[in-house]
């Protein structure tokens, strides 16, 4: 298995299995909207491939939250016939690692705390996903001490500038 940082070429491969590991209809959850017309984050999207091809996948983009930068994880997947091999682990660890090294402050995502606590996600108060998400599933990460304290209000598009 090899580490790959995802380059445009890969687009389509990426959403082909996003596709795969998703319910159809994915594109109509609300990060989803967040994410319509802004570029990921790059430098953390990765790939994770064998000899037979795209193994797993994960990307970063670029939100706001009350005029604070914040990077929204996900969506991450690994191809069916990978899970229960650690992958997703792999690609949370290693993005989250690059993030803090690039300087990033704090990570939200939207899923399931009882997994994602494993890698340091709470759930967050204050923080408004656009409806129809669960409060309970809105999860937070802090790659700088103290850096979600003050953040609270709607999650919206990131504003270049």
Not at 10 to 22: K, P, Q, R, T
Not at 136 to 146: D, H, I, P, S, T
Request: net charge negative; proline share 7%.
């Amino acid at each position: 298995m090899q580490l790959f940082q995802e380059t445009p070429a890969d687009w389509w491969e990426v959403e082909a299995l996003y596709d795969l590991c998703f319910a159809p209809g994915r594109e109509a959850l609300s990060s989803y909207r967040l994410r319509e017309g802004v570029a990921p984050v790059a430098d953390l999207c990765l790939l994770l491939r064998d000899e037979n091809g795209l193994a797993a996948a994960i990307r970063y983009w670029p939100v706001q939250i009350g005029g604070a930068e914040v990077l929204l994880l996900g969506p991450i997947a690994v191809h069916p016939t990978h899970q229960g091999e650690g992958l997703g682990g792999w690609l949370m660890r290693e993005s989250l690692g690059r993030a803090a090294r690039l300087g990033f402050g704090r990570v939200l995502l939207v899923g399931d705390e009882p997994y994602y606590r494993r890698f340091g996600f709470t759930r967050l108060e204050g923080v408004i996903m656009p409806p129809p998400t669960n409060p309970a599933r809105v999860l937070g990460l802090e790659l700088e001490a103290g850096a979600w304290q003050g953040v609270r209000g709607e999650v919206g598009k990131h504003l270049p500038g």
